[in-house]
């Protein structure tokens, strides 16, 4: 039987990434909620914060859902392609998240790119080299 133990290393630390990733939208939730109720902040870019707050913690879903599910089906190469679906999603929504909060002024840290850009990108890698060479056999 085919395993992955990439997969289930990167998986592991995926999920441990998605609970960084919802810290920090957290901490953003509360940034503009005070530069709001201080009158720091116009409308608009509460809107467009709004909205990295959103991708940012969808992201952190998908990447726990893709996480557990790499976790979950490592030595399971049928399953692998949901792995790859959810790490595709883990990383277009983590790209756009860090988009949109570069957008708000609030910057994109090493942690933003990490969290939403390379952690998905090794984990999708790891899934798509553990799906391609179960289907090749």
């Known amino acids: 039987m085919r395993r992955s133990l990439s997969l289930k290393i990167v998986s592991i630390v995926m999920m441990l990434v998605s609970l960084v990733r919802l810290v920090f939208g957290l901490m953003m939730l509360n940034l503009f909620a ?12 509460l809107r467009t914060a709004l909205i990295a707050m ?6 952190a879903v998908a990447e726990l859902v893709s996480g557990f599910l790499g976790a979950l089906n490592w030595e ?16 277009i929504l983590g790209i756009a998240g860090n988009f949109v909060q570069s957008l708000t002024g609030y910057g994109v840290s090493y942690v933003a790119w990490t969290t939403g850009f390379i952690a998905p990108a090794v984990y999708l890698a790891a899934a798509l080299h553990f799906h391609l060479r179960a289907r090749k056999k």
């Open 34 to 45: 005070t530069a709001s109720n201080m009158g720091a902040a116009d409308e608009q870019m």
């Open 54 to 59: 959103g991708l940012i913690i969808a992201c």
């Open 76 to 91: 399971e190469p049928l399953r692998s392609g949901r792995s790859v679906r959810w790490g595709t999603a883990a990383l």
